[in-house]
């Protein structure tokens, strides 16, 4: 099997990239910051771990303010100390993502990337809990 081209949406750097693979060798050639390693990791991805996407990879672009700004986790939620929103309910009644699952991969993916040692401190609005 020959891959002759890949398209890349929404990863990383690269927002919208079609990459062309040459018969027998292909170059990546670009300024820092262009988005070669972009290309690279997605490739390997797909390739040999395609259920292995972290938020980090989303182009930053494309999140919500409120995003952006942390609030796409919420830590008191899986723990009980916050109860869930009317959109958490409505998502979980769907069987979309809810902020409960993107919390959880989170803490997932922190965990077990700890080379030696991890710490989590998890604060709450609610002390009392």
């Known amino acids: 099997m020959r891959i002759k081209f890949v398209e890349v949406s ?3 750097k690269l927002k919208s990239t079609h990459i062309d693979f040459d018969k027998k060798t292909t170059i990546f050639v670009g300024a820092n910051s262009s988005g070669k390693t972009s290309a690279m990791v997605a490739l390997r991805n797909f390739l040999l ?3 292995r996407l972290v938020l980090r ?11 952006a700004r942390g609030f796409l986790f919420s830590y008191e939620k899986p723990f009980g100390a ?5 959109q958490d ?13 993107r919390t959880r991969r989170l803490l997932c993916v922190t965990c077990t990337r700890a080379a030696k040692s991890l710490a989590l401190v998890a604060y709450t609005e609610n002390p009392d809990m």
């Open 10 to 12: 929404n990863f990383r």
């Open 49 to 51: 771990s395609p259920n």
């Open 57 to 67: 990879d989303i182009t930053i672009a494309n999140w919500t303010k409120s995003e």
């Open 82 to 86: 916050k109860p869930l929103s009317d």
């Open 89 to 101: 309910r409505k998502n979980a009644a769907e069987g979309a993502d809810t902020g409960v699952d």
